[in-house]
């Protein structure tokens, strides 16, 4: 009988067993997922924040970005207006070494009618001769002048700047064959082959009048020159060249500046 109740007991318990499966596999899932609900929260709440910092990274960048792109175009503006204020300083020196030459240019036009080869002959023998020119005098420091449109020559364009260097090499000519004249020498120091070079690199178009009338025709073209440079320096104040190379600078700026902004952007918005 003994084996019997053992049986029933048994039999009791694992009857209770059965009855209490629900209840206990209820609290096993509700604490799992309890767990699970916290972990979950604790990872939004970390996803929440590092969104945060990554946010305020992007627009901290953005406001380097802009300050860069806006201190970058600044600069170019200053620059620019520098370099412009300087440019036009240059263009006064050059031309005012012109005004300054030009009051050679009635010893230029006095040595182009001489027949020169044989005045320089003649001086060398009569001091009478000599004489008939002391009433022509340099109304200009020659040194002044040089340094002066030197200072200038690195912000003028190179063909304003070979149009002044031929004109002061036809003035400068004119002055050396009369101090030869009133010094009475004998010979002409000239080089005859630098000067026309130098003349025919400004002025290429007056090659062939130039090699069928040699120095003596330079001071004839004195106007031209004048002319040539005066439009040049015109060119010069309009500035186009460096406008349109400015203008492409700061476009290139702005164009990186936005690509870099737009892949923020992208990085923001995933």
């Known amino acids: 009988m003994e084996w019997i109740a053992s049986l029933s007991t ?3 318990f694992a009857f209770a067993l059965w009855l209490l499966r629900g209840v206990i596999k ?4 509700n604490a799992v997922r309890h767990e699970y609900e916290k972990d979950i929260e604790q990872l939004k709440t970390t996803l929440r924040m590092s969104e945060e910092v990554f946010k305020t990274d992007l627009k901290e960048k953005e406001k380097q970005i802009e300050a860069l792109r806006s201190g970058a175009l600044s ?15 240059a263009i006064e020196d050059i031309w005012g070494a012109v005004v300054s030459l030009s009051y050679g240019k009635s010893i230029s036009a006095t040595m182009a009618i001489l027949k020169y080869e044989e005045a320089v002959k003649e001086a060398a023998n009569s001091e009478r001769f ?7 005098s340099v109304n200009y420091d020659a040194n002044q002048v040089y340094n002066q449109a030197n200072r200038a020559r690195p912000f003028v364009s190179e063909l304003a700047w070979a149009y002044f260097s031929a004109y ?13 004249l009133q010094i009475g020498v004998g010979k002409e120091f000239s080089d005859h082959d630098s000067i ?3 003349v025919k690199t400004a002025l290429p178009e007056y090659s062939e009048f130039i090699a069928e009338h040699g120095v003596n025709s330079l001071h004839y073209l004195l106007d031209a020159i004048e002319t040539k ?3 040049e320096i015109q060119t010069m104040l309009k500035d186009t060249g460096s406008d349109a ?3 492409k600078r700061a476009a290139q700026i702005l164009e990186e500046t936005e690509k870099l902004m737009s892949v923020n952007e992208q990085m923001l918005e995933a």
């Open 245 to 247: 190379e400015d203008i």
């Open 168 to 180: 002061q090499t036809i003035i400068a000519h004119g002055v050396l064959r009369l101090k030869t």
């Open 10 to 12: 048994t039999g009791l």
């Open 196 to 198: 026309l070079k130098i």
């Open 26 to 29: 209820t609290r096993l899932i």
């Open 229 to 231: 440079l005066l439009k």
């Open 130 to 136: 000599r004489k008939t020119f002391e009433w022509l």
């Open 75 to 89: 600069a170019i503006m200053t620059r620019r207006n520098t370099l412009y204020a300087r440019q036009l300083q």
